[in-house]
Each structure stands twice: as C-alpha cells, then as structure tokens.
C-alpha cells in the first residue's frame, strides 16, 4: 500500500509542476497547436495554444511507477514485474508515435502529421513487439503476462490455441493489433474538446486501478478466500494504473476549458495504449468494451458518419465526432465535457459492478 502512495503521489507532483514547465518549452519553441479548420469555428481561437503535454503525462507514470519500485526493492519486495514493462512499453511506443505525430504538425505548421499509412505501420510494429512478448516472456508469478485468447473477465471464452501454439501466437497478435489500435484511435478521437480525453481517461484508469487492486488481494495462490485470478503481477498493474489516472487529474488542472495546453497525440495514444495494454494484463478484453464506454461511443460516431456519408452522402450528426455535434447544437464546450465525463462515469460504475458480480457468483455469494 506504501508503494501505491508513494506513487500517487511522485506522479501528482510531476504532473503539477512539469506541465507549467512544459508550457514554457513550448511557447518557447513556438511549437503551438494547429486546429483543423472544418472544425467548429469557435476552436479557431485555440490555435497557438501548447501542444505535446501527453510527454509530461508519460513521465508522471514512468516516474511515479519507479520510485514505487524503488521503495519495494529496498524493502526486500519485487521491485519490476515484466508484466509492468510491458504494459509500460505499450504505453510508452504508441506515446512515441503520438509525438512523431505532434513534432510533424508543428513543424509543418499545419494540422497534419504522420500519413494515416505511416501511423497504421508504428502501432503494427509496436503491438505485435508487445503482443509476443507478452505471450512468451516467462514471469515470476508463473502466469503469463497475457493469454491467448479473448476474455471477458478472467477466463477466455475463446482459446486461440486450438490449432497449436504456432497459430495461437499469430492469432493473437492480430488479436491485439486489433486492440491496439482501435483503443488509441477511439481515445485520439475523445480529444477533441479541453479536458475531454483527460478526464475521461481519469475515470476509466481509476476503473482500471480498483479492478488490478481487485485482482492482487485476490490473486491466485494468495491467502484471500473466494474466487482468485490468475494475473501476474496485478499489484504493479494497479501501480501504474493509479499512477496514469492520477497524472491525468493533475494535467487537468491545465487541460481544462479554456486549456493552456493539450495533450495531443503524444498523450492520447499513449493513454489509448495504455488501456489496451491493462484490457489484455487484467484479463479483461471484453468488459473494457463498458469501462471504455465513451471512448466506444465517441470511435462509433465517427465510423456511422464515414460510413452513412458514403453509402448515402447523408450526415447522420451534424458533425462527428460525437462531441461535436452536440457543440453545434448549441451546448456550451464546458457543458459537452461534464456531461461526457458522466457518461464515463457511469460506463466505469456498470463495469465495476459487472466486474464484482462475476466474482461473488464464482465464489457463490451469489445464490
């Protein structure tokens, strides 16, 4: 528990004192952001404004996930757990990416950066990176990092190694391909409104801190009664998930209508891949799709505008993503935000519930 506070704590204090930092460096370089300009007209007035700080969101949970692991190896704890790395480097490579993308746009000075082909091959290349590893790195728990197949909760529903491990290894990296890049893509598009994505991915981390913290006191071969899980190392996954939730709320401070500075591509995609990442090491692929909820909601939107527009050169909203539509029908950016960010909320509620209920009925508190 000392470990978990300590880093709540270093990454509170990163993401308050180096996202001020981070403004100046930016106005500095005059690397400000450029707003697509079929946007709504009122976010023309953004344009200038600091880009880049998911780089400071990034270092929050590095850092607040270090000095923990430094505190449990002097205490004679398991300092790194590889299935932290590696939810770690999902995090880290698709962030990377993201600031590729940023660098490219302010450079160019315009609101277009990686080609949509050249960022579809960055997060191929990391989450298959991420996706053997994951399968094939031994851990010290002796449970798998991943398992390969699609879970719900805990157990697959479906086992990808019906035809051999061979198969089962290919399957699942387009498994998580698929994950990877439907997760940072959905949260990339949330990122639209100050604070959107921000709080959103607040909300739905501190899910993701209550279900890891769930798993390690029940973990299997632990003293707990009741059902138990076979994650590795789920008490370094509610770490780094505190840790992210935590370094969002303090980016919030400055994110927030009318922001100071945006996360950009650097931080949703290494939100999006963080999610991705703690879905698959939790065991909890499927229920992701609830505690994710808004992000869904907001990818869909796009997808049904694309699509419609197509087939019928209709608009379905009047703008997508969804966030936008409900801009141009008169709703104040502040109000869009707050409303949002309830509907995750009650995303994440449903998805805990679920969660809690599927263990007391494998327990059988539930009869």
């Known amino acids: 528990m000392i470990s978990l506070i300590i880093g709540i704590v270093v990454s509170l204090v990163v993401t308050m004192v180096g996202t001020p930092a981070m403004i100046k460096l930016v106005h500095r370089l005059h690397y400000g952001q450029y707003i697509r300009q079929d946007g709504p007209q009122s976010h023309l007035l953004k344009r200038g404004t600091a880009t880049m700080g998911g780089v400071v969101i990034i270092l929050a949970v590095l850092l607040g996930w270090g000095a923990s692991a430094v505190y449990r190896g002097l205490t004679g704890g398991q300092a790194v757990s590889w299935s932290a790395v590696l939810v770690l480097f999902a995090m880290v490579s698709m962030g990377s990416l ?22 579809f091959f960055g997060q191929f290349v990391f989450a298959t990176i991420y996706a053997v590893l994951a399968l094939l790195i031994p851990t010290k728990s002796g449970f798998p990092s991943a398992q390969a197949g699609m879970s719900f909760i805990e157990h697959p529903f479906f086992s990808f190694e019906f035809a051999g491990k061979a198969v089962a290894i290919i399957i699942f990296v387009i498994w998580v391909n698929f ?131 197509k087939l019928t050169h209709k608009r379905v909203f009047k703008m997508a993503p969804i966030h936008h539509h409900f801009e141009l029908m008169g709703w104040s950016e502040q109000k869009v935000v707050v409303r949002f960010w309830m509907i995750e909320f009650m995303f994440v509620l449903i998805g805990l519930v679920i969660f809690y209920t599927d263990w007391a009925s494998r327990t059988g508190l539930l009869v």
């Open 98 to 119: 993201g600031f590729i993308d940023d660098f490219a746009k302010v450079r160019k000075k315009q609101n277009t950066g990686l080609s949509v082909g050249g960022k």
């Open 179 to 309: 994950l990877m890049i439907a997760w940072t893509n959905a949260v990339n598009l949330t990122d639209g409104l100050d604070g959107l994505a921000t709080g959103s991915s607040m909300i739905s981390l501190a899910g993701y801190t209550i279900i890891a913290f769930w798993e390690s006191y029940h973990v299997k071969g632990g003293p707990k009664p009741g059902y138990s899980y076979a994650v590795s190392d789920p008490l370094d996954l509610t770490i780094i998930a505190a840790c992210a939730a935590v370094a969002c709320f303090g980016f919030l401070w400055y994110n927030s209508n009318p922001a100071t500075i945006f996360m950009g591509d650097t931080g949703s995609l290494a939100l999006g891949g963080l999610f991705a990442a703690l879905s698959i090491a939790t065991h909890t692929e499927f229920l992701a799709v609830i505690i994710g909820g808004l992000y869904v909601i907001e990818a869909m939107s796009d997808v049904i505008q694309v699509g419609c527009f």
